[in-house]
């Protein structure tokens, strides 16, 4: 039977520490970091709970035991680790990957569902319940934030596979149709069917999420089913300890066709201990004895010859002989230590002022328990770089860009190649577009000029931009740009007329993509021209235009 540790009277604390209320009640017992409270003792200070921030915004805080940790947002949706991974929106933010929105002391803020979830100690969700005296409906609870299953006192989860009906304390048993994650730190979506007149998924499946946390347990943001009588079951570990003081030493026993057996001590180590460690949240296995070192069990002997990697996530995983197949005795029962404290225990002998009659002295016991694990950081903090020196690299082709000469104030027709005839004074709507896969890149017009050639380089040059002879309606907001402009006579002389651009790419993801005097962050320029457009002499003053792009 598995027992758990209290603190005696005029003591508090978890059991395996214990504060004495009299000597610690100005905190001076705690560590920095921690805080006293009458009713647990020294607790954790959430120091991103305070008012004061210790992060410098846009860094996020999280709360670590006795300290806590800025981290930076995420400044990509593609920089997860994961597509698989789910983020919340928080406020005007988006929480990092792992973390969610979550009320605290009235407050949103982005927090870790590991240190923030609400205890779900329902015996009555095991799977091993059949009875069916009290039916709980789960539609009826009003799930708020993240839950971890607890059967006895110990981690459970949410079973992974069909349950039998009228099981679970409920009609319906609800499950997951997918495996848990096997990745800590990221939040995952999972899809919670149930079952009911002999299918598996008869009413409505709905989708909740779950984590992975360090301490190897699993928490749930829970929501309500599609209907009454459902309920959440909780799958019970297949692996406990037993005959000890302390859940996370004892005799290992494994449940297996609806019977707790031993494990035979052949071949086991502190790789299969640790497997069973990490099934009941127990942290590092201590020691891997041997010689039923915590008594002889009774039953079944399940396993034999266990050899285990020590990376799987249950005893059942490892390689063995088989459930049941085994060739040893009660004799060989294998067993785990694992304290997770060192505990100094002394007496204090009190005698009176004066002890002249040699009174007995008043005994007082007493006991100091250390933890024996610990949690350091880094004070350094390490951004990753990309590192160019030694690699390839190469220059690309500039990017492709048109050129087109329109009817209307509407940028909806163009002329066809050929020759246009066109008064003196007539518009000229102009129209640009480049042709770039990404869109973080826009257009930005730097000048256009005229000349009497069909040579961009021409030195004889009149500026239209520069000269602020055209209406620019678009520029610096996409891959096109737009800009409109009399008809002119150049130098007065009825020749050819060529009309060109000079334009740039800048990319607005790093840079303000306004078109003025190049502030912004030039990708690649790219010429333009049209062409020609030439005058004749006609009744009526007028130009006529061969239009062309290049």
């Not at 220059?395 to 860009?401: E, L, S, V």
Request: charged share 15%.
């Amino acid at each position: 039977m598995v027992s758990s540790c209290v603190c005696k009277d005029g003591f508090v604390g978890d059991g395996l520490t214990c504060y004495n209320t009299k000597l610690c009640g100005d905190s001076s017992c705690c560590s920095q970091g921690y805080h006293w409270s009458p009713e647990r003792g020294c607790v954790d200070t959430d120091e991103c709970s305070l008012p004061d921030s210790p992060c410098i915004p846009p860094q996020v805080c999280q709360n670590t035991q006795g300290s806590f940790q800025c981290l930076e947002p995420s400044s990509s949706p593609r920089s997860g680790p994961s597509s698989q991974s789910v983020q919340f929106n928080c406020g005007q933010s988006v929480c990092p990957v792992g973390l969610d929105c979550i009320s605290n002391n009235g407050s949103l803020r982005c927090a870790d569902p590991c240190e923030h979830y609400t205890a779900l100690n329902d015996d009555w969700r095991s799977t091993n319940n059949t009875s069916n005296q009290i039916l709980h409906c789960d539609r009826n609870i009003n799930w708020q934030g993240w839950y971890r299953l607890f059967l006895e006192q110990t981690s459970a989860q949410i079973p992974e596979r069909c349950i039998d009906s009228n099981r679970c304390g409920t009609h319906a048993p609800l499950w997951i149709t997918e495996p848990h994650p096997t990745q800590s730190g990221q939040i995952v979506n999972r899809t919670v069917c149930n079952n009911w007149s002999g299918s598996c998924c008869y009413f409505s499946s709905h989708i909740i999420h779950v984590k992975l946390c360090y301490g190897n347990f699993y928490v749930y943001k829970l929501v309500q089913p599609s209907t009454c009588h459902l309920a959440y079951c909780a799958a019970d570990s297949p692996v406990r300890l037993v005959n000890s003081d302390n859940r996370c030493s004892g005799r290992v026993e494994i449940f297996h066709r609806g019977q707790w057996g031993t494990v035979c001590d052949d071949a086991w180590d502190l790789k299969d201990a640790n497997v069973v460690c990490r099934q009941l949240d127990c942290g590092p296995a201590r020691s891997a004895l041997q010689a039923a070192a915590f008594g002889q069990g009774s039953g079944p002997i399940w396993l034999d010859d266990v050899s285990c990697f020590g990376n799987e996530s249950s005893i059942t995983d490892c390689r063995h002989r088989g459930f049941g197949v085994h060739n040893c005795g009660h004799g060989e029962d294998a067993s785990i230590t694992n304290s997770t404290h060192a505990i100094y225990s002394n007496s204090l002998f009190i005698y009176p002022i004066n002890n002249a009659s040699f009174a007995i002295p008043v005994s007082l016991p007493f006991s100091c328990a250390y933890p024996l694990d610990t949690d350091t950081s880094l004070n350094v903090a390490i951004r990753p770089f990309l590192a160019t020196a030694g690699g390839i690299s190469g220059t690309g082709t500039k990017a492709r860009a048109s050129m087109f000469l329109f009817r209307n104030s509407n940028y909806t027709e163009t002329y066809a190649a050929g020759r246009v005839t066109l008064p003196v004074g007539s518009p000229l709507y102009v129209g640009v577009s480049v042709e770039e896969r990404d869109p973080g890149f826009v257009v930005v017009l730097e000048d256009c000029y005229a000349t009497h050639s069909s040579n961009p380089d021409d030195p004889m040059r009149h500026f239209l931009i520069q000269n602020k002879q055209v209406s620019v309606t678009e520029s610096g907001s996409s891959l096109q740009a737009r800009f409109s402009a009399l008809f002119f006579l150049l130098q007065d002389e009825y020749r050819d007329i060529f009309l060109h651009c000079s334009l740039s790419l800048c990319d607005r993801k790093s840079s303000s993509c306004v078109p003025v005097s190049h502030p912004f962050h030039f990708i690649n320029r790219i010429p333009l021209s049209i062409g020609p457009i030439v005058c004749e002499y006609g009744l009526q003053a007028g130009l006529r235009a061969d239009v062309s792009t290049q």
